[in-house]
Antibody, heavy 120, light 110 residues
Framework: QVQLVESGGGVVQPGRSLRLSCAAS????????MHWVRQAPGKGLEWVAA????????VYGDSVRGRFIISRDNSNDKMFLLMNSLTPEDTAVYYC?????????????WGQGTPVTVSS | QSALTQPPSASGSLGQSVTISCTGT?????????VAWYQQHPGKAPKFIIY???NRPSGVPDRFSGSKSANTASLTVSGLQAEDEADYYC??????????FGGGTKLTVL
């Protein structure tokens, strides 16, 4: 079965960078687009970024565009999110998710999330 | 782009039906039949339960159904069960290479 495991979260000071990882298994990773979605404490879901199966297309949400970089390593079945110039507003649980066959904008499998806290 | 609008809360009694709305604009919900719904229990990852307005992924009970009229999509949960108590989020493709989420609705089963 599909398994997505996020890692790399933690506490980081404002202005610093952090790199999240998402390890995938149970499906042909190199055939699927992937997403990052975040959820601030007590708040709703916010789409962060997506990357196509071959990394040729990357798209970002307005609040992270220009600061975050999404990437993937198909040889090791991993996806990454490099988060730069972090602010307290980036504090959230970050989920990786796999796109569904029905469309790149649908997320049919999710990891359990990794928490990121931006605080001095 | 603004998030899709959902009521913050909804409730229904065991065995009854409840409908949750998701209002967008003519550029997202109204423009495409690409609406999805996700269920999230506290402390858990979201679960994909509806796509293309009214289709269910394999394994999702047929108690969950979706519909759309103009710029508003709806999720109906019939025959409410205790385990349906959760947060529900809608999304819509906006045709602009982004995914819009609704603000979420907390469903309480009475």
């Amino acid at each position: 079965q599909v398994q997505l495991v996020e890692s790399g979260g933690g506490v980081v000071q404002p202005g610093r960078s952090l790199r999240l990882s998402c390890a995938a298994s149970g499906f042909t990773f190199s055939s699927y687009g992937m997403h990052w979605v975040r959820q601030a404490p007590g708040k709703g879901l916010e789409w962060v970024a997506a990357i196509s199966y071959d990394a040729s297309n990357k798209v970002y949400g307005d609040s992270v565009r220009g600061r975050f970089i999404i990437s993937r390593d198909n040889s090791n079945d991993k996806m990454f999110l490099l988060m730069n110039s972090l602010t307290p507003e980036d504090t959230a649980v970050y989920y990786c998710a796999k796109r569904a066959q029905a469309g790149w904008y649908y997320l049919d499998d999710w990891g359990q999330g990794t928490p990121v806290t931006v605080s001095s | 782009q603004s998030a899709l609008t959902q009521p913050p809360s909804a409730s229904g009694s065991l065995g009854q039906s409840v409908t949750i709305s998701c209002t967008g604009t003519s550029s997202d919900v109204g423009a495409y039949d690409r609406v999805a719904w996700y269920q999230q229990h506290p402390g858990k990852a979201p679960k994909f339960i509806i796509y293309d307005v009214n289709n269910r992924p394999s394994g999702v009970p047929d108690r969950f159904s979706g519909s759309k009229s103009a710029n508003t999509a709806s999720l109906t949960v019939s025959g409410l069960q205790a385990e349906d108590e959760a947060d529900y989020y809608c999304t819509s493709d906006s045709g602009s290479n982004s995914v819009l989420f609704g603000g979420g609705t907390k469903l309480t089963v009475l």
